[in-house]
DNA sequence: TGCTTAGCAATACAAGTGTATCAAAAAAAA
DNA sequence: TTTTTTTTGATACACTTGTATTGCTAAGCA
């Protein structure tokens, strides 16, 4: 048998590379060439590890989407649920700088997907399992309760998304303006006006 | 004198051909070629316009914006507010198939300009103006006491822009899956839970 | 009528692109 | 030590990229 190389993580090396060069030059810089030269490895080593450029794309993307999603998996559901909540979009929102990469990262794929076949799968999947993510928690909301009277939960949810999605967008374009206390604020302010005092 | 021509008809002619390329191939797709082929005229005329690519990027990105901004600002001010409102928010969200067709664009731009040093502070002055047709929204309706009591109206433009923008991300990456009923119920619900009854 | 010049088309060039091929290197198994 | 097979590195190929250059065309003024 030849050199042990544990596979796995040597594409996970090439996929934080490719995010790497994402945040630095966008995804138009993104070439074999730099990621392996980013990578410190040769062409023909990533041709070993990616059959072809639109691979390592798609395995980049779903990395950063899969650790986004063990991360809130992995948080503890027991507390106070108001709490819970505002730690998971923690996890989502441009509060650090990790999050702010991933933001930029998770941005650059998804207008990159909507005019890429191979991807627009991947990226509805994403969109979609966070729009999960929102459903079940108005769901629960709902049936403890603690939610204001009236409110359509299914309605919430879909609002509560866009609204987060679109704090992620501007924690990107422009970050030097709103800061990670507004993006705060504002979540606070949100659930506020949904939930019962 | 030579062959008489529309100068600027022509750039916004070459423009409205970047802005077909990209929804059709995204940003990536749009060489000074493909850009020429897509207008009907050759390479040197294009040159002609536009001494570079960016040059080429930054009006057409430019232009875009314009035509929003203006379609917003010949808006009727007089009538019902909060109905002038839900004709601006009109005007930006992706109800339609021509404000898909911006959103798109806005979208490649927004997310082109991270990395391109050359077009970050028009896509921050795109933001701000934005940012600030949120905030006079809600001096106004302070000013008029529409507003329920005791909201924050900085923060409230600053939410509401987010909801905005989120709603416009989602128009685009997820277009089959939320409807343009779902985008104006939404801004309704928002309206409704911000306004005085 | 000739002249000037904006507009246009063609070609060239160096650099970078994704992909394919193939031989060398390295390490476990014989 | 020899064999085997994964891993690696180099080179090649066809193609596209942005830009530069050059000369032609056509239209209005003198």
Redesign the interface.
């Known amino acids: 048998m030849p050199k042990i190389v544990n596979h796995e993580e040597r594409r996970e090396h090439l996929a934080e590379a490719v995010w790497r060069i994402i ?7 993104v070439s074999v060439r730099s990621v392996a030269e980013e990578a410190g490895m040769s062409l023909g080593s990533l041709r070993h590890y990616f059959d072809s450029q639109s691979a390592l794309l798609a395995f980049s993307m779903r990395l950063v989407a899969e650790r986004i999603k063990k991360r809130i998996q992995s948080l503890p559901q027991d507390g106070d649920p108001r709490e819970h909540i505002e730690t998971l979009i923690g996890q989502i929102v441009p509060l650090d700088e990790e999050r702010l990469a991933e933001s ?1 990262i998770w ?2 794929f ?7 076949p191979d991807l627009r799968p991947l ?2 999947e994403i ?2 399992s966070l ?1 999960d993510v929102f459903r079940k928690i108005f769901e629960t909301l709902d049936q403890s309760q603690l939610l204001k009277p009236g409110l ?1 939960s299914e ?2 949810a ?2 509560f ?7 992620v ?2 924690g ?3 970050s030097e ?2 800061s990670a206390e ?1 993006i705060a ?2 979540i606070e ?2 659930l506020d ?1 949904l939930l019962e005092p």
Chains 1, 2 share one sequence.
Do not use: P
């Open positions: 945040r630095r030059e966008g995804l138009e810089g930029q941005m650059a998804s207008t990159f997907a909507l005019t890429e990226s509805r969109h979609d729009r359509d309605l919430e879909k609002r998304h866009a609204l987060v999605d679109g704090l967008v501007h990107v374009i422009a303006v709103i507004e604020g504002i302010r949100h006006s």
